[in-house]
């Protein structure tokens, strides 16, 4: 019964402590995904993003990363949209690191007015890698030719069922150099003077977040339940804000809805999903994760 008055007195006079929301970005950033490998990319996390920054009353948005890295674009939209979501809502930003925030994941992190670890998380990996597999071998020996028609004369760069070519990796190179350059620049412009005079700093190598907090790259130790607490009060509440939900309970988006080629849909996804469960495992792998 008392809930039920509680409800009709001005915040200002209430006695209860206040409500934070936590966005939690955790997974390997890619564009995509499905119900076998759920992704973490903008058009997943842009509503629960909104639907934080929109508490009113809440002093701070907390996000919560736990991320190996994946694609720049994705990490970089969903940096941008944290924040002019801070600017547009005059909040300020605490974002929690986990498990790890490395390349991809440090971008995102950057969107974080603070950046506060575990001594044992891992931060940084400053850099840019493309990777992939070359089968032209593979193919003479099973006697199979491959066979490509192209309008332009580089539609088949970087093939790998063709031999590597020195002018195809320079190109690659090229545009590696621009992205680690926007990183870099972007750790520049939001780290500033805190980053200690390092060179390894943007070499691509990754540390424990107490080393982090040495090199600049984070703010400090602690974590999120306490830290809150601690700043706000003991009376202060985390509310998790999760992705929504459509009709019948089902994350949106990544719905698949029935037809009649479901079953081969379904199968065609878990083969997919299975490929790329391997490559996301790796990625956690290289962290020691």
Request: aromatic content about 8%; hydrophobic content about 45%.
């Given at each position: 019964?008392?809930?039920?008055?509680?409800?009709?007195?001005?915040?200002?006079?209430?006695?209860?402590?206040?409500?934070?929301?936590?966005?939690?970005?955790?997974?390997?950033?890619?564009a995509g995904g499905s119900q076998f490998r759920p992704a973490l990319n903008l058009a997943n996390v842009a509503g629960s993003l909104e639907r934080a920054f929109s508490r009113k009353d809440?002093?701070?948005?907390?996000?919560?990363?736990?991320?190996?890295?994946?694609?720049?674009?994705?990490?970089?939209?969903?940096?941008?949209?944290?924040?002019?979501?801070?600017?547009?809502?005059?909040?300020?930003?605490?974002?929690?690191?986990?498990?790890?925030?490395?390349?991809?994941?440090?971008?995102?992190?950057?969107?974080?007015?603070?950046?506060?670890?575990?001594?044992?998380?891992?931060?940084?990996?400053?850099?840019?890698?493309?990777?992939?597999?070359?089968?032209?071998?593979?193919?003479?020996?099973?006697?199979?030719?491959?066979?490509?028609?192209?309008?332009?004369?580089?539609?088949?760069?970087?093939?790998?069922?063709?031999?590597?070519?020195?002018?195809?990796?320079?190109?690659?190179?090229?545009?590696?150099?621009?992205?680690?350059?926007?990183?870099?620049?972007?750790?520049?412009?939001?780290?500033?003077?805190?980053?200690?005079?390092?060179?390894?700093?943007?070499?691509?190598?990754?540390?424990?977040?107490?080393?982090?907090?040495?090199?600049?790259?984070?703010?400090?130790?602690?974590?999120?339940?306490?830290?809150?607490?601690?700043?706000?009060?003991?009376?202060?509440?985390?509310?998790?804000?999760?992705?929504?939900?459509?009709?019948?309970?089902?994350?949106?988006?990544?719905?698949?809805?029935?037809?009649?080629?479901?079953?081969?849909?379904?199968?065609?996804?878990?083969?997919?999903?299975l490929a790329a469960t391997l490559e996301d495992r790796a990625l956690w792998s290289r962290y020691g994760l």
């Amino acid at each position: 019964m008392a809930g039920f008055w509680t409800r009709w007195i001005p915040k200002r006079l209430r006695k209860e402590g206040v409500t934070i929301p936590v966005v939690r970005l955790h997974g390997t950033i890619m564009a995509g995904g499905s119900q076998f490998r759920p992704a973490l990319n903008l058009a997943n996390v842009a509503g629960s993003l909104e639907r934080a920054f929109s508490r009113k009353d809440a002093p701070v948005v907390a996000i919560s990363i736990n991320s190996p890295g994946g694609s720049p674009v994705q990490s970089r939209l969903i940096y941008q949209r944290i924040r002019a979501l801070a600017e547009e809502k005059n909040k300020r930003v605490l974002v929690f690191v986990e498990d790890v925030a490395a390349s991809g994941g440090y971008m995102i992190a950057l969107a974080g007015d603070e950046i506060l670890v575990d001594p044992t998380s891992i931060v940084g990996s400053i850099g840019v890698v493309s990777g992939g597999f070359g089968f032209p071998e593979l193919l003479k020996k099973i006697g199979v030719e491959r066979r490509v028609y192209t309008a332009g004369e580089n539609k088949v760069i970087l093939d790998p069922f063709q031999p590597e070519k020195e002018g195809d990796i320079e190109y690659l190179k090229t545009l590696q150099f621009e992205i680690h350059k926007i990183f870099i620049d972007m750790v520049k412009m939001r780290r500033g003077e805190r980053l200690a005079d390092d060179a390894t700093i943007f070499s691509g190598l990754f540390w424990t977040g107490l080393r982090g907090v040495d090199l600049g790259l984070v703010d400090g130790i602690g974590e999120m339940r306490e830290v809150l607490k601690r700043r706000y009060g003991p009376k202060t509440r985390l509310e998790l804000v999760g992705a929504s939900r459509g009709l019948f309970g089902r994350r949106v988006p990544g719905v698949l809805f029935g037809g009649a080629d479901r079953g081969g849909e379904i199968a065609a996804s878990a083969a997919a999903g299975l490929a790329a469960t391997l490559e996301d495992r790796a990625l956690w792998s290289r962290y020691g994760l």
